[in-house]
């Protein structure tokens, strides 16, 4: 596929992340006006509510609504059709007024309410370098790890959109005798890619891979910030809790499959023959290179194609006991490493559990530190365009203890 | 306390559930009619969408909405008000006519939007038995179990009422040869109460345990459905998943901390002083006796006050990295377990892991099987009345594979 030319002049430019081709849906804000839902577009914002009042596109008036859930529920055939709509008015020539925002000019929100959120454990690389700094090399890999994609219910509360700082938590922590009440010491994030659960399934009924990728709205750059120590402290038998609820940041961004379609590719190698309800027709992942910056520095890059398991495998898995999904439900892949020090996705992998810094700007880092700013990027290269998700940033304030 | 007399002569019976100094909340509906906010007296429910359009009682119109989130919302001045003008209403020699609804005309919801669930893990027996069966006894009770109260994020979507059919799940289980596809084989219950968060917190602050107690409005019975042998084969290193979405049955009635007050007790002697963070100014358990049936046979019997920690604790926990809290949310105590066998609540406790099988109705029974009906019961036993929860049970549907 080539660039689909736009008559936003800055969308034609082949490095920018927002051309015709790709169309993401957020929620913005400009002047104090009510949130409302937009696709970005080169370096303008498409206001779909606007478009909706003049009759510009039908979307049954979700596009007023300050969260793209209502939209969503509309089904597929709506998303496709809508998406064809905006194509259309897009498109160099095409003529009719539209109501376009500066970016510079718009404040974005969280693009869902998000219903529940699920954090995966699915790049191979990733699960076995920090089940050795938590378990040691012979229990790295979890048995059942090669099985099913392993994932824990995360805190739909604190998911947060990019830009918003995130507090440093206190928590519990082994000590030497006993365990200690302290700022978090080890605090790291997670580069994820989130994918948007767009219907709903029913309870006591499971849906096949197939089913789920239909289901899936699109991705977000996710980083679900992670305090090491309480973690470790906190973490056995039931999983993360606490170590995981002082926030994660998504993008505002959300990138659909559609746009995703010409980057489709095959993941990790398969180790073992998978139960077939976790079989896929075909492959499920993108290649889609990703990477973190600390301080504005690229610390890691990586790609999506690296995982082991693809999000209609993880929300297919996820009906697997008849679990009921819903409309804004939030699927984190899983922390996206690759197998070298420079393509980790998380602190944590890179220094080797704090004994091996690293250095940034000139300083040396184990783990994040008060005042550092984390931000996430990803792109899937075309040829003469690229896909981009936008900025997903944080910075880090001091614990109040 | 001695027993408020009512003008429904079926509330002043010794062994009402719902007396006077009861009053728990529900929603309900009558021969198609929308579902409302009502409150239990003796066998009626009180209409408080009704008595708000009469001018009874003045909760914003919130009683008219599905669900108690709303109104909970209000705020806890309005719960003492609201709680003072239905007493004077109801009380004996009250005069203004009163839209009351016969119980067994009225179908049940569930009284509030899940918003998220957390489900801890507070019996001290519950702990060491279930830990035992799982990891032996030199590892059964996790080093910090009397450090923090234990928890993990379960699913707020398969969160149902009363009644409601649940079916047995398929899964992933431990096989010979590798892991298998199959109906689930120890599906198990899981007694517990379950307190309803009213209020919300902010991202980033900790609640003290004070002020997480002033958040809760009540509590209701919850039993955690478990399929134990899924759990065992995917339960580590991130917690329970699939094991635990199969659905999780609450009671329909939300009984309040008014109602409870004067059944305020300690728990479980403690092991080791608690971090300040978790110290309580006074004893934030109930005596009250809970237990379980397995079609209709009671099968266990136990007292909430064996818990080591409070569902208040439990809250101020849960908001110590400043996960922020949310009106509706559902905190699980745990499994609700004392010392002997016919005091646990759960079967795997009772049968020890299913090697000794316990006798329903002349039946053996290791674990539950299709078509047997679980159903939990609670009441604080006060002078003359009675504090009770109404009904909480499922029946168990075929897997469907």
Same mark, same amino acid.
């Given at each position: 596929m080539a660039l689909l030319r736009s008559?936003?002049?800055?969308?034609?430019?082949?490095?920018?992340?927002?051309?015709?081709n790709n169309l993401p849906y957020g929620v913005f804000s400009v002047s104090g006006a009510a949130p409302r839902c937009g696709v970005a577009i080169g370096d303008m914002i498409l206001d779909l509510a606007e478009c909706e009042a003049c009759g510009l596109v039908d979307a049954d008036g979700t596009? !007023?609504? =300050?969260?793209l859930n209502s939209f969503m529920a509309l089904g597929r055939a709506r998303w496709d059709a809508v998406r064809a709509r905006l194509t259309e008015l897009l498109a160099e020539g095409a003529t009719p007024d539209l109501p376009l925002v500066a970016m510079s000019d718009a404040q974005m929100h969280l693009p869902i309410r998000v219903t529940e959120y699920t954090d995966f454990y699915a790049s191979k690389n990733h699960a076995f370098n920090v089940g050795v700094l938590f378990r040691g090399p012979e229990n !790295?890999? =979890?048995?059942q790890w090669t099985h099913m994609p392993i994932g824990y219910n995360g805190r739909a509360s604190s998911v947060v959109v990019s830009g918003t700082p995130i507090r440093r938590p206190m928590g519990q922590v082994r000590g030497e005798a006993g365990p200690e009440w302290v700022p978090c010491r080890r605090l790291d994030l997670e580069l994820e890619l989130g994918a948007v659960v767009g219907a709903d399934s029913e309870m006591g009924s499971r849906v096949s891979v197939e089913q789920a990728e239909a289901m899936i709205f699109g991705y977000v750059l996710l980083n679900d910030w992670s305090a090491r120590d309480i973690q470790a402290w906190e973490y056995q038998p039931l999983g993360p809790f606490q170590s995981k609820a002082l926030g994660t940041t998504i993008g505002a961004w959300i990138v659909t499959q559609a746009a995703l379609e010409p980057f489709r590719c095959a993941g990790a190698e398969r180790l073992n023959p998978l139960l077939p309800y976790l079989h896929?027709?075909?492959?499920?992942?993108y290649d889609l290179e990703l990477g973190w910056t600390m301080n504005g520095q690229v610390m890691g890059r990586t790609n999506?194609?690296?995982?082991?398991?693809?999000s209609a495998q993880q929300l297919a898995h996820h009906t697997s006991s008849g679990c009921p999904m819903r409309v804004g439900d939030l699927l984190g892949s899983g922390t996206i490493s690759g197998p070298g020090r420079d393509q980790a996705g998380a602190l944590l992998e890179m220094t080797g559990g704090g004994k091996a810094p690293v250095t940034v700007n000139g300083a040396p880092r184990t783990f994040i530190e008060d005042g550092d700013e984390i931000g996430l990027f990803a792109q899937a290269q075309g040829a003469g365009y690229r896909i981009g998700f936008g900025p997903c940033t944080g910075r880090i304030l001091p614990a109040q203890p």
């Open positions: 008559r936003v002049e800055s969308a034609n430019r082949p490095d920018c992340p927002f051309p015709l596009f !007023a609504q =300050p969260a !790295a890999l =979890p048995p896929e027709r075909r492959p499920g992942l999506y194609n690296v995982m082991y398991y693809s």
